[in-house]
């Protein structure tokens, strides 16, 4: 695998990684190399383990063995460099305040203990919620935001931070066309500015249109690498077991055409794919 | 006004802010009842300090008691880790647990002392014009006004430090972690700023009705605004009118202030949760009832545009068939159409029915959404 990608210090290096809630495993050994700049998709069943490693390498949780290193660093000291989206439903959004104001809570990180944001911290989250297509709603209280909505402030939350990585946990979950697109757009500006994008995902379908490097996830690593090298039948296979349903996929993986694969939980009115038809 | 009253509602309404402040943070992180469980565990601190000093005005005392809330606050959340135990069976657990040592050492110990149970439960604001601050020889007021006093100043001011801090820790813990704002740091500064507001309120109010100050107002303030800053300025303001209106209603009834007290932010709360502009129910029922309406008429209006075009469907389209077809209530039906007529979504030509322009619209955007 690709230690090192273009030379450089790898974005993000998780070694032997072991994370428990209680004695029970959520991860078992795990390792992983993301290289600068690209745009990893973390897929696997549910309980796979896959928000319990974005919070282990954002150093939210403590490892019963193992390491994160953020460009070559202990997470800790490099907390700046990332950024965080959490699942929309992480948070309460009848709390009392506005979409701008969420998206301020971006700059909190960089003014540090009780400064307070000013207009500076405020035209940079205008900005980002500009990149969003959300500019017009910034006065908006945040119970009032539709489910896309609530996805694309949290995007623009992250883009304010301004980091080099961004993890991201379901960033399509439950979302309208229309911002699923936002979305993707946005990874590939990401993308374009050097960044690199980890997001847990959960649609197989869109891995290879979405993203460069996958990583396939049950609790130990089954693959992590480039998307046409790793996101095979045999590897899926490994990783959902037999709750993997293939509705097609093609035996050899060819690098440009997009494979049409149906895990049984497919999302409801998620297109065309009914078996038999490739 | 006799200058004793002024100086009760004064303490009253300076305290019932204090708690107002807290309370608001406690309310939006679904943490109302450890305030109880503070409020009245920390009167084993004020026991044990009382013990250690002799002296009932001794500063040891607040310590204590600060530090038990403090303790109380720690154990809920151990026994909370562990897995076996919900966090309100927790609260449930911990506070009557140190609450009934204190209750056993002071009816054990300190029988001849003026700490008693009355005092613990109902607090004795009506005789707090009596303990005086004297200093050389001047009498400067009250003590418990000082005493909220600053306890008042100091959860504004870290309030008003932290507020960035408090916001993001209560609405996303989870980002507070990774931007280096300790969510635990927070909670524990925030159960510090209830415990020593709770031994403040203690002297007024007693253990029992302390809860009502710290979360009656704050809850009221939820429903009334979409402004964490405007919720923490009103909730203050709804603390210290319960606390004034409190004290007069003592007065008429010749009753309890602290229980007056606590009955006027339950009704103020009340108040807010019928007649609150959006949230409310007097609101929600009206907002229902006008979509009650609104979706009748589009159910007219595509019922309409069904059958509009087809032959021998002529009885749909009549105004004194219509409730029949529908099988809805005539009158309900004849006040829908009177609606939609007014709106413009129909017309009416001899008992018939008939779509406009909008009326289709409306119909074929229901349909299509």
């Known amino acids: 695998m690709a230690d090192r990608h273009n030379g450089k210090v790898p974005a993000v290096e998780v070694q032997d990684l072991t994370v428990a809630y209680r004695e029970q495993p959520a991860l078992w050994d795990v390792d992983l190399t993301v290289p600068s700049g690209v745009l990893l998709a973390i897929v696997g069943p549910n309980g796979a383990g896959k928000t319990t490693l974005l919070k282990a390498i954002l150093g939210l949780l403590r490892p019963v063995a193992g390491q994160v290193l953020v460009f070559g660093q202990p997470v800790v000291q490099q907390r700046r460099r990332i950024s965080y989206v959490p699942q929309r439903g992480s948070v309460d959004w009848d709390f009392p305040t506005s979409v701008l104001d ?84 946005l990874l590939q500006q990401l993308r374009a500015q050097g960044k690199t994008v980890i997001a847990v995902h959960h649609d197989l379908q869109t891995v290879p249109e979405y993203f ?31 709750r993997f349903a293939m509705a097609a996929f093609a035996r050899e993986v060819d690098e440009t055409a997009p494979a049409v694969i149906a895990p049984d939980r497919s999302r409801s009115g998620g297109g065309d794919h009914g078996t038999g038809a490739a | 006004m006799t200058a004793p009253q002024v100086e009760i509602q004064l303490i009253a309404a300076i305290v019932a802010a204090a708690c107002a402040l807290p309370g608001a943070f406690l309310v939006l992180r679904r943490m109302a009842l450890i305030s109880d469980a503070i409020s009245h565990a920390m009167l084993l601190g004020i026991v044990v300090g009382f013990f250690l000093t002799q002296d009932l005005n001794s500063p040891l005392l607040i310590i204590g008691a600060t530090l ?26 911990v506070f009557p647990a140190l609450f009934s040592i204190g209750v056993i050492l002071i009816s054990r110990y300190a029988g001849s002392v003026h700490l008693d149970t009355d005092v613990v439960l109902l607090g004795e604001l009506a005789f707090a014009p ?41 609405f996303d813990p989870g980002l507070a972690a990774a931007l280096g704002f300790s969510p635990a740091a927070i909670h524990y ?35 009334l605004t979409d402004d964490l800053a405007r919720m923490l300025l009103l909730s203050a303001g709804l603390g210290i009118t319960a606390a004034l209106s409190g004290y007069w209603l003592a007065f008429l ?22 007649f609150a502009p959006e949230r409310g129910l007097v609101a929600a029922a009206r907002r229902r009832a006008r979509q009650r309406w609104e979706f009748a008429q589009r159910m007219l209006a595509i019922h309409l545009l069904n059958h509009e075009r087809q032959p021998g469907a002529e009885p749909e389209l009549q105004v004194e068939h219509l ?14 159409v009177s609606l939609a007529e007014e709106r413009g979504l129909v017309t009416r030509q001899d008992g018939r029915l008939e779509l406009t322009d909008r009326g289709r619209l409306l119909a074929q955007e229901s349909l299509l959404a």
């Open chain 1, 102 to 185: 969420v998206v301020m809570m971006g700059t909190y990180g960089e003014l540090g203990w009780i400064r307070r944001p000013g207009r500076r911290e405020r035209e940079r989250a205008l900005a980002a919620l500009e990149q969003v297509g959300m500019r017009e709603l910034s006065d908006r209280q945040i119970s009032q935001l539709s489910g896309g909505q609530q996805q694309r402030v949290f995007l623009a939350r992250a883009l304010v931070q301004d980091a080099d990585i961004y993890l991201m946990d379901e960033p399509f979950q439950g979302v309208d066309a229309l911002t699923e697109r936002a979305i993707v757009t």
């Open chain 1, 212 to 242: 460069d490097w996958v990583m396939l996830l049950n609790v130990r690593r089954i693959a992590c690498g480039p998307v046409a090298q790793v996101f095979n039948e045999h590897n899926l296979r490994l990783t959902y077991g037999g």
């Open chain 2, 68 to 93: 038990t809330g403090l303790l109380t606050a720690l154990l809920v959340e151990l026994l909370h880790r562990t897995g076996l135990v919900r966090e309100d069976a927790a609260i449930g657990l």
């Open chain 2, 130 to 170: 009596f303990d005086r601050v004297v200093v050389a020889g001047w009498d400067i007021g009250p003590k418990g006004l000082y005493a909220g006093g600053v306890i008042l100043l100091i959860n504004a001011a870290l309030i008003a430090l932290f507020y960035k801090e408090l916001k993001l820790a209560t």
């Open chain 2, 189 to 223: 500064g925030l159960m510090g700023m209830t415990s020593l507001t709770a031994v403040g309120a203690f002297d007024s109010v007693g253990a029992i009705l302390t809860v009502a100050l710290f979360i009656a107002p704050a809850a009221a303030a939820y429903l």
């Open chain 2, 253 to 274: 009834l010749d009753a309890s202030i602290a229980g007056s007290m606590a009955t006027m932010a339950g009704v103020i709360f009340g108040l807010a949760w019928c």
């Open chain 2, 323 to 336: 409730w029949q077809e529908l099988r809805w209530d005539r009158g309900f039906a004849t006040r829908v």
